[in-house]
C-alpha cells in the first residue's frame, strides 16, 4: 500500500490549488481517504476526509466552503481542490488511509493505517 501526495507549491492569498494523492496496492474506493496538514510548530490536524460508506464527505471548520475532497476511481486517486486559500492553510499536506473507520474520529491521526510523504503549500504574497 503506497500514497504519492503531490500538487503543493507557492500560491498568493485567495488563489487556488489542487492536491493529488495517488495510491497503489489497493483501490481508493474501498479506503477511506482523509487529507491532513502540519504547519511549522504545530500539531498535525486533519482538514478532510472522504468514507467508504456513500462517498461522505467531512471537513474541518476552518476549511469548509473552501476545500473540497473527491475521488477518481479511474484513476484510483483522491484530490484536495482548495480555494480562497489563506496564509494559515500553509502547511506540509499529508494524505491517509484506512480500510475501516469510525467516522466520528475521522480527524485523528490514529485512525489511518497508512500516510503518504507529504506536500508543502505556502500561501504568501
Known amino acids: 500500500v503506497q500514497l504519492q501526495a503531490s500538487g503543493g507549491g507557492l500560491v498568493q492569498p485567495g488563489k487556488s490549488l489542487r492536491l493529488s494523492c495517488a495510491a497503489s496496492?489497493?483501490?481508493?474506493?474501498?479506503?477511506?481517504i482523509a487529507w491532513f496538514r502540519q504547519a511549522p510548530g504545530k500539531e498535525r490536524e486533519g482538514v478532510s476526509c472522504i468514507a467508504v460508506i456513500d462517498g461522505g464527505t467531512y471537513y474541518a471548520d476552518s476549511v469548509k466552503g473552501r476545500f473540497t475532497i473527491s475521488r477518481d476511481n479511474a484513476k484510483n486517486t483522491v484530490y484536495l481542490h482548495m480555494t480562497g486559500l489563506k496564509p494559515e492553510d500553509t502547511a506540509v499536506y499529508y494524505c491517509?488511509?484506512?480500510?475501516?473507520?469510525?467516522?466520528?474520529?475521522?480527524?485523528?491521526?490514529?485512525?489511518?493505517?497508512?500516510w503518504g510523504q507529504g506536500t508543502l503549500v505556502t500561501v504568501s504574497s
Open positions: 491517509a488511509s484506512t480500510a475501516y473507520l469510525w467516522t466520528a474520529d475521522w480527524a485523528l491521526r490514529d485512525s489511518y493505517d497508512y
Open positions: 496496492g489497493f483501490a481508493v474506493n474501498y479506503y477511506n
